[in-house]
């Protein structure tokens, strides 16, 4: 039975199984049918709103976030809680003074949709790596039993805080202080290893520590397109594969992301470059489709676009900035405002970006343009991936 509200929140028409229900019927919407059993469940029995700090940031729907505030809009934020929709509840401050999230309550139906995927089973062990707020940790000690759940966490405030909203909340998962990119062998092997963000590359101690048959469930990431599930099955001779799935867009594993700067690390004056057409629109490879997007990340390597409203010069209307996580290589693609069958290509560096992006444009057209969940990863046994789409 879920936990009364507490505190500013607690009201006389908050009434937490009526949240719930309201919750699990977005949830339902979202997904086109209900919300399995097992997971409705554990829903009721996990209250999001106790696992949430008193503050909360929701997307403003123009890039930016709009704060909900437990103590001065105590139903506006009790809404938040139980509205499926990702919550921000810690920001980080870059090297430029920009405030990026770096920590958040997933979106609930995007949980149950990761859940659905690892195919959780009654005696499975489980490893959590980012334990967050630890509402997710809670969902696993619901359906699995506090003794199956290892969650990890590397950062030591999250660490504590999840500990103690865990506590109270009435669960109490093997929790472990670490890097989550090597895993936790100690408790090992694992029937499920299950990540609440995304990877660049799975790393090895995930599927060193998964038991034969057992399951790696992980969002994915490439400086592209940040897009995508992974379920990978590990097999006996030490090798994996599995398909993707079309949702998940999380926060980047700590350490696989690359802070590269277009104008700090790639723009110097006097740099030379090249100069060429291109018929291939920008906005064909950079506009928000998601299935050609996500084969660009797997397929070219390392690159990541930006885009700019307001080129200074060159009588360019609209530019689409290329860079590579190495730092060596740009590109840029420029509309003039006027035709959209002919556009501007500069590069520089060793590599050539915007022909990369050509040519994998086009294998992928030639393939039959597969969307995300046609496509697959194979790891062998030395670790190294290779990806596949039909």
């Given at each position: 039975?879920?936990?009364?509200?507490?505190?500013?929140?607690?009201?006389?028409?908050?009434?937490?199984?009526?949240?719930?229900?309201?919750?699990?019927?977005?949830?339902?919407?979202?997904?086109?049918?209900?919300?399995p059993a097992p997971y409705a469940a554990a829903l009721r029995s996990v209250p999001r709103h106790l696992f949430l700090p008193d503050r909360v940031w929701i997307r403003d729907g123009n890039g930016g976030y709009t704060p909900r505030d437990r103590h001065a809009d105590p139903h506006g934020w009790l809404a938040a809680a139980y509205t499926d929709t990702p919550l921000i509840t810690q920001f980080q401050?870059?090297?430029?003074?920009?405030?990026?999230?770096?920590?958040?309550?997933?979106?609930?139906?995007?949980?149950?949709?990761?859940?659905?995927?690892?195919?959780?089973?009654?005696?499975?062990?489980?490893?959590?790596?980012?334990?967050?707020?630890?509402?997710?940790?809670?969902?696993?000690?619901?359906?699995?039993?506090?003794?199956?759940?290892?969650?990890?966490?590397?950062?030591?405030?999250?660490?504590?805080?999840?500990?103690?909203?865990?506590?109270?909340?009435?669960?109490?998962?093997?929790?472990?202080?670490?890097?989550?990119?090597?895993?936790?062998?100690?408790?090992?092997?694992?029937?499920?290893?299950?990540?609440?963000?995304?990877?660049?590359?799975?790393?090895?101690?995930?599927?060193?520590?998964?038991?034969?048959?057992?399951?790696?469930?992980?969002?994915?990431?490439?400086?592209?397109?940040c897009y995508g599930t992974l379920a990978l099955t590990r097999h006996r001779d030490g090798t994996a594969s599995g398909p993707f799935s079309a949702f998940g867009s999380y926060m980047v594993l700590r350490g696989q992301y690359a802070d590269v700067e277009?104008?700090?690390?790639?723009?110097?004056?006097?740099?030379?470059?090249?100069?060429?057409?291109?018929?291939?629109?920008?906005?064909?490879?950079?506009?928000?489709?998601?299935?050609?997007?996500?084969?660009?990340?797997?397929?070219?390597?390392?690159?990541?676009?930006?885009?700019?409203?307001?080129?200074?010069?060159?009588?360019?209307?609209?530019?689409?900035?290329?860079?590579?996580?190495?730092?060596?290589?740009?590109?840029?693609?420029?509309?003039?405002?006027?035709?959209?069958?002919?556009?501007?290509?500069?590069?520089?560096?060793?590599?050539?970006?915007?022909?990369?992006?050509?040519?994998?444009?086009?294998?992928?057209?030639?393939?039959?343009?597969?969307?995300?969940?046609?496509?697959?990863?194979?790891?062998?046994?030395?670790?190294?991936?290779?990806?596949?789409?039909?």
């Open positions: 039975m879920a936990a009364p509200l507490a505190g500013p929140a607690a009201e006389a028409d908050d009434d937490p199984a009526a949240l719930v229900d309201g919750l699990l019927g977005q949830i339902a919407e979202r997904l086109g049918r209900p919300v401050t870059a090297e430029d003074g920009t405030r990026l999230p770096s920590s958040s309550v997933s979106m609930p139906s995007m949980v149950v949709r990761a859940l659905e995927l690892s195919a959780l089973d009654d005696g499975m062990r489980v490893l959590e790596i980012g334990t967050g707020t630890g509402f997710n940790a809670a969902l696993l000690c619901a359906r699995l039993g506090d003794d199956r759940v290892t969650t990890v966490e590397i950062d030591p405030a999250l660490h504590a805080r999840a500990g103690r909203d865990l506590a109270a909340a009435g669960f109490a998962p093997r929790r472990v202080l670490a890097d989550g990119a090597a895993g936790w062998a100690a408790a090992a092997p694992y029937e499920r290893v299950l990540a609440t963000c995304s990877v660049r590359a799975v790393p090895p101690g995930w599927l060193a520590q998964t038991a034969p048959g057992g399951r790696v469930v992980t969002p994915w990431d490439s400086p592209w397109c277009l104008g700090r690390d790639l723009l110097r004056p006097g740099q030379a470059h090249d100069e060429s057409r291109t018929a291939l629109s920008p906005w064909t490879v950079a506009g928000g489709d998601l299935d050609a997007e996500f084969h660009l990340g797997l397929t070219v390597p390392g690159a990541w676009f930006s885009w700019d409203d307001a080129p200074e010069a060159d009588g360019a209307h609209t530019r689409l900035w290329i860079g590579d996580t190495g730092a060596t290589s740009w590109a840029s693609v420029d509309y003039d405002g006027r035709g959209v069958a002919s556009f501007r290509v500069r590069q520089h560096g060793p590599r050539r970006l915007w022909d990369e992006i050509e040519r994998a444009y086009a294998a992928w057209d030639r393939l039959g343009r597969p969307p995300v969940d046609r496509h697959t990863l194979t790891v062998d046994s030395g670790g190294a991936s290779t990806v596949t789409a039909d």
